[in-house]
């Protein structure tokens, strides 16, 4: 029976079932949408690293003592080190996206999962329940047949209840006859 399940369980596996029919609908938009916005964001980035290349190649000229060169030059190399941090950053907040849809969708699987096995042990104990159902019809009908079977044997043994009546009604009369005197007949 359906409410020997818990119903919270059934609630929160019935928000799931329709959160994910909602989200077929919007996945590939909402995935382009993001993919959009990722690049925009990139793109936005190497701009900025460029323009930041761009100054510095404009200063080096105008560096003429040894101090205000060492000073580009470690400008140059953080601005390289800025630009491969940014791509690692990038990468690794894809993973930690993934990681976090992973353990949102691990917590949904692990309800739909908990319902399932809900359904099962449910449609076991139905299923064990109609098995036992199943040997009492087959006992009963069993004890039926060894009942209509003794039934038929034994009109054979002992006459049937009219057969009685009239063997009876018989004996009667030819007890009457015995008593009734030879004269009057």
């Known amino acids: 029976c359906p ?18 029919r909602c989200d077929v609908f919007t996945l590939q938009q909402r995935v382009q949408v993001e993919k ?7 793109e936005n980035i190497q701009e900025e690293l460029g323009q930041c290349r761009a100054a510095l190649e404009r200063l080096g000229p105008s560096c003429s003592d040894a101090g205000c060169k060492e000073t ?29 849809q992973e353990a949102r ?7 739909m999962v908990q319902h ?8 076991m104990r139905e299923h064990a329940e109609l098995e036992e159902m199943k040997r009492l019809i087959q006992q009963n009908s069993r004890n039926r047949q060894l009942a209509e079977t003794q039934d038929d044997a034994e009109p054979r043994l ?28």
């Open 105 to 111: 969708m691990s917590r949904a699987a692990e309800v």
């Open 3 to 20: 409410t020997s399940r818990p119903p919270a369980l059934q609630a929160a596996f019935a928000h799931l079932a329709l959160a994910f």
């Open 158 to 185: 002992r006459p049937h209840p009219l057969m009685r009546t009239f063997q009876q009604g018989s004996a009667r009369r030819r007890v009457s006859i015995a008593v009734i005197p030879k004269q009057l007949l």
């Open 72 to 100: 580009l030059e470690q400008l140059q190399h953080s601005l390289a080190v800025l630009a491969a941090a940014i791509e690692r950053s990038t990468s690794a907040a894809e993973k930690l996206g993934a990681v976090h």
């Open 36 to 42: 959009r916005a990722r690049d925009a964001a990139e």
């Open 116 to 123: 399932v096995e809900n359904l099962k042990r449910h449609h």
